[in-house]
Nanobody, 120 residues
Framework: QVQLVESEGGLAQAGGSLRLSCAAS????????MGWFRQAPGKEREFVAA????????NYADPVKGRFTISKDNAKNTVYLQMNNLKPEDTAVYYC?????????????WGKGTLVNVSS
């Protein structure tokens, strides 16, 4: 089984920045495609960003394009989400995910989530 543990999210003001990280353990191979989802109050969980197994491909949801950057360090089994120019609508619980195959599929492993709160 793969376990995913997110760093603490935190509080930011509109226009500010935060970085999330997620460490994976219990992996059965050297690396995985990984990504982030989020769920805001009163909304369904939605896709945020994903990165391929070796980092060659990335995908972002339209609301975060140009503001968020996903990256990974396979040597540390860690994926990151750099969030810049934060907006109040970014407030959500953010979930780290990992995929057994391509990130075009549904995630196979989920973290427990971490809260990001952006104030105006």
């Amino acid at each position: 089984q793969v376990q995913l543990v997110e760093s603490e999210g935190g509080l930011a003001q509109a226009g500010g920045s935060l970085r999330l990280s997620c460490a994976a353990s219990g992996r059965t191979r050297s690396s995985y495609a990984m990504g982030w989802f989020r769920q805001a109050p009163g909304k369904e969980r939605e896709f945020v960003a994903a990165i391929s197994r070796f980092g060659g491909s990335k995908n972002y949801a339209d609301p975060v394009k140009g503001r968020f950057t996903i990256s990974k360090d396979n040597a540390k089994n860690t994926v990151y989400l750099q969030m810049n120019n934060l907006k109040p609508e970014d407030t959500a619980v953010y979930y780290c995910v990992a995929y057994s195959g391509s990130y075009v599929s549904s995630p196979d492993y989920w973290g427990k989530g971490t809260l990001v709160n952006v104030s105006s």
